[in-house]
């Protein structure tokens, strides 16, 4: 008696369907809801929702250290071309590949030094807001825009021009 068929309406077709139906009958419309029809995406968010919710404690995700490719970097043991100086700081060894101003300040408002050159090996120190002290031959000469240094000496030959075809005029 209380086990009634109940019924609703079709949103797309509007017939009336039985309540349970997850298409309807009459124009094949999917009556499931978004999780239903979907249910791998949901299992992915609420996957991202419990790691951004708890967090694991691991050491290593505990660390509120800003590091970036231009930051101090403190393994030397690994060959990676870096030098400690007194001061517990680590130097890094940087090539310029083209004419770069060193200059007195961390800043271009601050005079120029001096210029080096392209192939000129530097040392240079900890990097802020991409400025970093600059070392030649153990001493401290001034700033350097890091950004400007690459981690490998500039080629030997450089190719000028290229053609793909015997006749150069082609």
């Known amino acids: 008696m209380g086990e009634e068929n109940k019924l609703k309406t079709c949103p797309k077709c509007r017939e009336s369907i039985s309540e349970k139906a997850k298409k309807c ?37 505990n660390e509120n250290i800003k590091q970036d490719s231009s930051d101090i970097i403190k393994n030397v043991s690994n060959g990676d071309n ?46 802020e807001d991409g400025w970093a002290p600059v070392y030649l031959n153990g001493t401290k000469e001034g700033y350097i825009y890091a950004k400007l240094l690459k981690m490998y000496p500039p080629p030997k030959i450089e190719v000028t021009s290229f053609s793909w075809y015997k006749d150069p005029s082609f």
Request: proline share 5%; charged share 20%.
């Open 82 to 127: 870096t030098n400690k100086i007194d001061n517990d700081q680590y130097l890094r060894t940087r090539y310029a590949h083209t004419n770069i101003n060193i200059r007195k300040g961390p800043s271009t408002d601050t005079k120029v030094i001096t210029t080096i050159g392209k192939g000129t090996e530097v040392q240079i120190g900890a990097t």
């Open 25 to 61: 009958p009459y124009c094949r419309s999917d009556l499931r809801n978004f999780f239903e029809k979907h249910p791998i995406i949901v299992a992915i968010l609420v996957l991202f929702a419990i790691g951004y919710l708890f967090p694991s404690n691991n050491e290593s995700n």
